[in-house]
């Protein structure tokens, strides 16, 4: 709810720094599942510039995009399932009024100072973002 979004961002740093840190872990260990499949997407090179990659092993497909590609993805996504697919945008924080919150939140120095090393030197990181500009 907005109300403990804003109590978190504006919130003294000891309060929010858990929250945080739990949430950085949970992204930033996202695919050691593995796809229950026994795929490790590290291995596979990922194509940082177009920003999505297609991982087969056996009878498995997985199509791996960031967010930030999604727009420019449909194409191949579609290619991947074998069939036409169109976006359907629902779920934006844009419109959701809490988008300047967030961006408060993640300007905030000791967010930076804390976990921008620990990201920038995550494989996570360096998988799909290394050399974005």
């Avoid at 003294?12 to 695919?31: G, H, M, T, Y």
């Avoid at 090179?45 to 999604?70: H, Q």
């Amino acid at each position: 709810d907005y109300d403990m979004l804003n109590r978190l961002a504006n919130g003294p740093w000891e309060e929010l720094r858990p929250s945080i840190q739990a949430a950085l872990e949970n992204v930033l260990s996202w695919f050691d599942h593995g796809y229950f499949s026994g795929i490790n997407v590290y291995e596979y090179p990922f194509d940082v510039e177009r920003g999505y990659s297609v991982i087969r092993k056996g009878n498995v497909t997985v199509f791996l995009y960031r967010l930030d590609a999604l727009n420019r993805s449909w194409v191949a996504l579609s290619e991947v399932v074998g069939l036409r697919l169109k976006p359907v945008l629902r779920n934006w924080s844009v419109e959701k009024g809490y988008e300047g919150l967030l961006q408060g939140l993640l300007n905030r120095p000791e967010i930076s100072r804390e976990f921008s090393d620990r990201v920038q030197g995550s494989r996570y990181w360096q998988h799909f973002f290394r050399d974005v500009g």
